[in-house]
């Protein structure tokens, strides 16, 4: 076991993150859309660097203690492996979650119930609201400041429906 080289296949069995902890809520999302290497231990020499004029990419391990020197194109190479084919099924569901579970309680004309995973004791009206801070957090900027001279900008109105939104654009 210990020369087992791991194949990527994880499952986490960690303690239990409850709906209401929400820094271990935040560190998972953060894990669910990690990307398939770390730019941080990756360094690129520019092939006028290089000693046989080819470009390169060093990855270091985490442990920082080895590494490895790709040819530029092949650590493109690579890096394209983690690309999914067309139409190949990433997300696998299983259980309550399951196509057969969902079919099932389809057809016996069962309310397809998901419990609440946030308890909310926001009104609606604030929970509308809550938007822009969600934007503000992801994106790091304010959608209700304006971009060219910085002032306070409000909602007047939503727009749903496709026609009127068309025209406007």
């Not at 069995?13 to 820094?23: F, L, Q, R, S, T």
């Not at 290089?50 to 590494?67: M, R």
């Amino acid at each position: 076991m210990v020369s087992w080289r791991h194949s990527g296949f994880n499952v986490y069995c960690g303690p239990a993150i409850w709906p209401h902890d929400e820094n271990s809520l935040e560190n998972l999302a953060h894990y669910i859309i990690r990307a398939a290497f770390s730019q941080e231990r990756m360094t690129y020499v520019t092939e006028d660097k290089s000693p046989d004029g080819i470009a390169k990419v060093i990855y270091q391990s985490k442990d920082g203690k080895t590494s490895k020197t790709f040819d530029a194109l092949d650590w493109l190479a690579q890096l394209t492996t983690h690309i999914p084919g067309k139409n190949e099924q990433m997300v696998r569901y299983y259980g309550y979650y399951s196509n057969k579970s969902r079919g099932l309680r389809r057809q016996a004309d069962k309310e397809d119930d998901v419990p609440a995973l946030i308890d909310s004791d926001l009104s609606g009206k604030e929970f509308r609201q809550n938007w822009a801070r969600l934007i503000q957090k992801i994106y790091t900027v304010n959608p209700l400041i304006c971009p060219k001279c910085q002032g306070d900008m409000r909602v007047i109105s939503v727009i749903e429906d496709a026609e009127v939104i068309r025209k406007i654009l």
